[in-house]
């Protein structure tokens, strides 16, 4: 139901845009999230976005770089990546936080309820 794109190759200090774009059924009413997992390494939280326009959360390390939004028209969650690092490497899934739980669970992967499947990124140097 959340099918997340727009991954590739990219040199360091290029850009890329993810889109998380739901089927089957509406998420307005939930918080959106993007995480990254990097080989042999945890999946970590990147970033979440509670409504349109409504307040933004970020990892310190994609802070200033990353800009999460969405287009609840469109059904669609985005991730803007600017300055982009080889350390930024890795596979980004994108999620919908279950609604009961508070802001203060955008951070961790147990919160989120929906995961699409994941889209590569590579950063070379």
């Known amino acids: 139901q959340l099918q997340a794109s727009g991954g590739g190759l990219v040199q360091a200090g290029g850009s890329l845009r993810l889109s998380c774009a739901a089927s089957?059924?509406?998420?307005?009413?939930?918080?959106m999230g993007w995480f990254r997992q990097a080989p042999g390494k945890d999946r970590e939280f990147v970033a979440a976005?509670?409504?349109?326009?409504?307040?933004?959360y970020y990892a310190d390390s994609v802070k200033g770089r990353f800009t999460i939004s969405r287009d609840d028209a469109k059904n669609t969650a985005y991730l803007q990546m600017n300055s982009l690092k080889p350390e930024d490497t890795a596979v980004y899934y994108c999620?919908?936080?279950?609604?009961?739980?508070?802001?203060?669970?955008?951070?961790?992967?147990?919160?989120?309820?929906?995961w699409g499947q994941g889209t590569l990124v590579t950063v070379s140097s």
């Open positions: 089957g059924r509406t998420f307005s009413s939930n918080s």
């Open positions: 976005i509670a409504w349109t326009g409504g307040p933004t």
């Open positions: 999620a919908a936080k279950d609604w009961r739980y508070s802001a203060a669970r955008n951070y961790y992967t147990d919160a989120y309820d929906y």
